[in-house]
């Protein structure tokens, strides 16, 4: 028999029925080692040469194979067709070396899809490891170490609360950074339209927008102010119309291609709101199961089979008008298509979504995939486009109507791509009109507009930027976005990226003492380098050391620098966004609240940066690095209105805008103040509102059991209400100023129901299936948190990770590290259940150990070096 490694168990049982009892199939669990965070990890002085560690989880699943071996003369190594997969199979290989002695063989194969006939085909078709492969590899990863480890504990020494700095991870940060910068430099620019309402002799009204005044085209910001527009409504008003021309123009809309990783994770961050990591787990769970080709590829062609049983279906579905003449192709557009695999597509044509039994987030995805598949391959969509222009007697002033019509709907009919910020082809839908005929006014409408800023990135857009500078690969941009998050680096709020204080300083750190690492053509050109590798065309030990040179170097310069002057310098780089010019002409640092300190950036303890005035403590004026829109000056200090004689101030403050009756003095030091609450925009802000928001909590009344008053405020954690001791929570800040004492009770009821701090039912979030040693391991909820349980073992489920994303092959390390720290109500039962003696001897053995850690933990160097390696597995020692 053979033994067969891929990397999940899920994928392994799967396999497993189609290679049959001829065949041991076990799981390696992912990578089975990797470069361990201390110094040395990577030797810049022999050759980059690596140390290699194997995991402590993956010690068991090693032993597995090697166990496996013993009577088993061949190993298959399958794992994924790509450099990871490549990468996994050479660690194995390297690992196992011990136990493949004796004539025992070893062998690769790839298959592109979990199916019999795919993993039969790739049995006949063995080969060895690709040693390009695996160097490309080996590159990218003493690359990421390099950086990650040496750059990020600069970054700690230098900047207070910068939490790591990554290879590509940066770059991208800087990306999300420079848009929020565009943004508050943005100023927007009034410009008026004029629209009417015509209707044709038959009484079918159509809209119509102003083009031409004055016998001169108009152009978007020809109509400046409010009496321009009223001028050309005059001119519209006072005229007859009648239609000067109708020209109708075919058209025809071609099919998206199918998908590739990156076009993947953008359709489903935009039509399902599904963020990058999760969207990569559902995929790899279709994956395993058969169902898709393999999810991460720069690919967008499609094997020949694949292709006939696709028009096959669209023919037996659609009918014969919907399949092209000839089969559609794919030419792959992307800067660096090195993984050329095939494009994402279901495994089995006719397998459509309502015919498989999937989770909620796997059948979501697989219908997105299943219909853009088949879409590629069918006709294409015929439109008519028209345009009509309606002119008045004398030339002066002439009228546009726009619309189109579907004349075969094609490929639309199951499905069309989404857009990232509302751009669209306008599907209005025309009257019949004729050249000639009057044209009857109904109403003319001036219209203001203001141009809008450059939209922050959503997951989807940020893909899409990052592909096209060729920075990253498709299958690490789930890794780097989730990263940049769980750094605190980035925010997502409504699916959009928001770039948090901590995460400017840091780019505007790199930006200045290590610029050439976070340029867009420098990061490029490395993924072109590291390509080359894959191809054979080029060293990595070449491109390493060319990379180490400079990178030493810039380090090097950095080893004196103060953090005073890191602080100086940053303050001074951002000054055009952290101190706007005033509309006044006046000092932009001149402290608002005293008007004798200067402003200044400053950060606290915890790691935050604001700006504070330099006469504290005598001045406590302090506001974020960026007033929202970047318009300091509109937002802090603007007086709403007066309230028993104080003025009632809208201020901008260090966490946030808030609002202020009268001013601090000696007699009343803190006067009060009010945050406004998520979702209230400052701009929007009047008088009534900030007085209801200074007079909460807000009575509701006596609870009709007891007479205790509730009372509903705005708290820390959000809206609520409160009748005694008790809190629940409120979903809409505006309630707290509407609830009555009926809505109050029956939120009350429903917290009473759920008791407390627990939700109203404990059932499991998600089953990931069973233990390897036994007992089903499940994703609950819990008060801190999503947690995974296995047994008596709970393990927390990392911030950042969508809980019901969560594989079993990403819960064992986290269960195994749980029980491994054991403490009260942690430690593994289920296994002490079964074997007592077993279970007793590790805890009785390990307590000598423990009593004596504190003695050579006490000497400072081993503790200072522990701490930095002990800190370096969050340094972005991954790519990004």
């Not at 136990?99 to 199916?115: Q, W, Y």
């Not at 100023?187 to 209707?199: D, K, L, Q």
């Not at 007891?706 to 008790?726: N, W």
Request: net charge positive; with cysteine.
């Amino acid at each position: 028999m053979a033994v067969v490694v891929v990397e999940s168990p899920a994928k392994a049982k799967t396999i497993n029925k189609y290679l049959g009892s001829d065949y041991t199939v076990l799981a390696s669990y992912g990578h089975v080692r990797d470069l361990p965070a201390k110094d040395g990890s990577v030797d810049t002085e022999a050759g980059f040469a690596m140390q290699w560690e194997v995991a402590p989880e993956s010690r068991k699943h090693i032993r597995a194979i090697t166990e496996a071996l013993k009577t088993d003369d061949t190993l298959i190594l399958a794992t994924d067709p790509d450099r990871e997969g490549e990468a996994i199979s050479w660690h194995l290989q390297e690992v196992l070396q011990g136990a493949l002695k004796k004539g025992k063989t070893v062998s690769r194969v790839t298959f592109n899809a979990i199916t019999r006939t795919a993993v039969s085909e790739a049995m006949k078709h063995p080969r060895e490891v690709d040693t390009a492969l695996v160097e490309a590899y080996l590159a990218r990863r003493a690359l990421d170490y390099l950086v990650g480890f040496n750059l990020s504990p600069v970054l700690w020494r230098k900047l207070p609360g910068a939490k790591s700095a990554g290879r590509v991870q940066s770059v991208c940060l800087r990306l999300i950074v420079e848009r929020e910068m565009e943004i508050e430099a943005f100023r927007a620019r009034e410009y008026w339209s004029v629209g009417a309402v015509f209707a044709t002799p038959a009484g079918k009204e159509y809209e119509t927008r102003l083009s031409v005044l004055g016998a001169r085209k108009l152009d978007k910001f020809d109509i400046a102010s409010a009496a321009e527009a009223e001028l050309a409504v005059q001119a519209v008003t006072s005229r007859t119309f009648a239609v000067k021309s109708v020209e109708a123009k075919p058209a025809a809309r071609n099919p998206w291609a199918p998908f590739m990783t990156s076009t993947l994770q953008q359709e489903a961050s935009r039509k399902m709101g599904m963020g990058a990591k999760a969207c990569m787990s559902a995929a790899q769970r279709l994956y395993e199961a058969g169902h898709i080709t393999y999810m991460r590829t720069d690919g967008i062609d499609m094997a020949p089979e694949a292709v006939m049983a696709a028009r096959d279906e669209i023919k037996r579905r659609f009918g014969a008008d919907y399949v092209p003449a000839s089969p559609r192709m794919y030419k792959n557009k992307a800067k660096n298509a090195q993984e050329a695999h095939e494009c994402i597509r279901p495994t089995d044509m006719g397998a459509s979504p309502e015919k498989l039994h999937l989770e909620a987030d796997q059948r979501r995805l697989y219908d997105l995939i299943w219909k853009r598949t088949i879409a590629s391959q069918m006709a294409a969509a015929r439109l008519e486009r028209t345009t009509v222009d309606i002119a008045s007697p004398d030339g002066e002033v002439e009228l546009r109507a726009t619309g189109q019509v579907v004349l075969f709907d094609g490929f639309l009919k199951i499905y069309d791509q989404g857009h990232d910020d509302d751009e669209g082809e306008d599907g209005t839908r025309l009257p019949q009109i004729t050249a000639g005929e009057p044209a009857a006014k109904r109403s003319v409408t001036p219209e203001q507009h203001f141009t809008q800023a450059p939209p922050r990135y959503t997951e989807a857009t940020l893909v899409k930027r990052m592909e096209e500078l060729g920075i990253g690969r498709p299958s690490t941009y789930a890794s780097i976005v989730t990263t940049i998050q769980d750094r605190g680096y980035v925010t997502k709020d409504k699916n959009r990226l928001i770039a948090a204080d901590t995460g400017r300083l840091v780019t505007a750190f790199l930006t200045n003492y290590f610029g050439k690492y976070v340029e867009y053509d420098f990061t490029a050109d490395l993924e072109d380098q590291l390509d080359d590798i894959s191809a054979g065309a080029r060293d990595y030990k070449e491109v390493l050391a060319a990379f180490w040179r400079d990178f030493a170097a810039a380090l090097a310069q950095t080893a004196e620098l103060r953090m005073s002057e890191v602080l100086e310098k940053i303050d001074e780089v951002l000054a055009p966004h952290l101190y706007p010019l005033r509309e006044d002409g006046g000092d932009p640092r001149l402290c608002p609240s005293c008007s004798k300190g200067r402003l200044s950036l400053r950060t606290a303890r915890s790691g935050g940066a604001f700006i504070g005035c330099s006469s504290y403590p005598e001045c406590r004026y302090t506001r974020p690095l960026s007033a929202p829109n970047g318009d300091e000056a509109a937002l802090d200090g603007k007086v709403l209105g007066e309230d028993a004689g104080e003025m009632v101030t809208l201020r901008a403050g260090r966490f946030g805008p808030y609002v202020q009756r009268g001013e601090a003095s000696e007699t009343n030091p803190k006067p009060p103040r009010a945050s406004l609450p998520k979702g209230w925009a400052p701009e929007a802000m009047d008088l009534d509102r900030a007085l209801a928001l200074l007079a909460l909590p807000r009575p509701v009344g006596q609870h009709p059991e007891d007479g205790t008053l509730i009372e509903a405020g705005i708290g820390r954690y959000g809206p609520y209400i409160k009748h005694g001791a008790t809190y629940a929570n409120l979903k809409d800040a505006d309630e707290v100023f509407t609830i009555g004492m009926n809505r109050a009770l029956e939120v009350l009821a429903q917290k009473a129901a759920r008791g407390p701090g627990r939700g109203a039912a404990t059932a499991a979030l998600a089953s990931l299936g069973e233990h390897p040693e036994g007992g089903e391991v499940v994703v609950m909820p819990g008060r801190y948190g999503p947690y995974v349980k296995w047994g008596k073992v709970n393990a927390t489920v990392p911030k950042g990770i969508v809980p019901e994303a969560l594989t079993l092959a990403e819960a064992l390390p986290l269960l195994a590290e749980r029980a491994a720290k054991g403490g009260k109500g942690k430690t593994a039962k289920p296994k002490s259940a079964a074997r007592p003696k077993a279970a007793s001897k590790p805890k009785s053995a390990a307590k000598p150990k423990a009593a004596a850690k504190p003695k050579a933990a006490a000497k400072p160097k081993a503790g200072a070096k522990t701490s930095r390696a002990a800190a370096a597995p969050g340094t972005g020692l991954i790519e990004g």
